[in-house]
């Protein structure tokens, strides 16, 4: 039967097979895992290079590249010496390319089985990955699902991308290799995770999610963030990729604060501040968002708080591990639910740096 779409992820937690990804696993309990995917020229070996360095830096666990060209596949074997996570070729079209990155040393392959062509073709680039024991992950789009099912089902549905998805899988089950990650991407929210409800009852495959297309940072992270959330929510998914208009760091980002918000992943500094209100009397609105850069780097799995005032201030303050509760031209400053000291405004910020600074030295 179809997923509730009610039923938290421990209860329901959808237990895939493991599979290995060069020195990563998913699957089968394992942390999801964050994507993302490199938008420089994947021929350009050192910018690839310096681009996936800093996705990791960032927190990204498996990049992807686009591999559209013989150059870019030759390209993966210097990118594969200058980095640490594992990387999956996207391969459309040309299985020749497939076989390439798997020869320069890709963890991993992206295909769709359906734009590959003939049978031959798809059983080729199946037997070097064989070989080598590289996954292969089988994506299905909602802009590119076959005529066949587009007909029967009357258009683009979750039903049609689903029958897709297990189609390709079985077409390379068939072929005796089942080290196979899935994927099912639509740009439209609610087909998405419908979609991801039924193929969870009906696959063990590792599910890769991400809602595809989502648009610019702004619409596009909201987007993946509910999309993503209702999923992953259920249960449902190994590893993730917000997809944004934009620099790929913005995707691990977000990323990231998916998988805290859902207490998926541990570690960092969570930043809670108020909304501000008429009771506000400090500059608290770029205080917040000051603390917040500052705090980015800072590797303590704390709650900091930036409260507006001593009305909710101190009392929110208290469930934070360190705060900051404004007054006029002032700030209170709380630890531990405790008013530490009254500090001026304009060295708020520095204080608290420093206090986290002190916190970090102590750990
Ligand atoms: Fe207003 Fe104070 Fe609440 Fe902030 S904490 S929203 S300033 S009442």
Do not use: W
Request: net charge negative; proline share 4%.
């Amino acid at each position: 039967s179809a997923g509730s779409g009610r039923v938290p992820r421990e209860v329901r937690k959808v237990k895939t097979k493991t599979v290995k990804i060069g020195n990563r696993v998913i699957g089968g309990g394992n942390p999801v895992l964050i994507q993302s995917m490199t938008n420089t020229k994947t021929e350009d070996a050192a910018a690839t290079a310096a681009q996936i360095q800093a996705l990791t830096a960032a927190g990204c666990d498996i990049v992807r590249c686009a591999v559209p060209t013989k150059e870019a596949a030759e390209a993966l074997t210097e990118i594969k010496k200058q980095i640490s996570i594992p990387l999956v070729a996207d391969i459309h079209f040309d299985y020749k390319l497939a076989l390439a990155a798997v020869a320069h040393g890709a963890d991993k392959i992206r295909i769709n089985p359906g734009n590959i062509g003939s049978e031959d073709r798809v059983r080729a680039v199946v037997d070097a990955c064989r070989e080598r024991n590289l996954p292969i992950r089988v994506g299905v789009n909602s802009g590119s699902l076959e005529k066949d099912i587009l007909e029967k089902y009357g258009g683009v549905t979750a039903e049609g991308l689903v029958e897709s998805a297990l189609h390709q899988a079985a077409v390379i089950e068939d072929m005796g290799y089942d080290n196979l990650v899935i994927s099912i991407k639509s740009s439209d929210v609610p087909m998405c995770v419908r979609a991801h409800e039924l193929i969870a009852d009906r696959t063990d495959h590792p599910l890769h999610v991400g809602i595809t297309e989502a648009g610019t940072l702004y619409s596009g992270t909201i987007k993946s963030a509910v999309g993503l959330g209702i999923i992953l929510h259920e249960g449902i998914g190994d590893t993730i990729r917000v997809s944004l208009t934009g620099d790929p760091l913005e995707e691990v980002k977000a990323a990231k604060r998916i998988l805290k918000t859902l207490g998926l992943r541990k570690g960092g500094v969570e930043v809670v501040s108020c909304p501000t209100c008429g009771r506000t009397q400090i500059d608290l609105i770029s205080l917040a968002n000051q603390v917040e850069d500052m705090v980015q780097d800072i590797p303590l799995d704390i709650k900091v708080a930036v409260m507006g005032c001593v009305v909710n201030g101190p009392g929110e303050a208290r469930e934070a591990d360190i705060g900051i509760a404004g007054g006029k031209g002032e700030g209170l400053l709380i630890k531990n639910g405790e008013i530490v000291r009254k500090i001026p405004e304009d060295r708020l910020l520095a204080v608290l740096r420093e206090e986290l600074e002190h916190m970090l030295s102590e750990k």
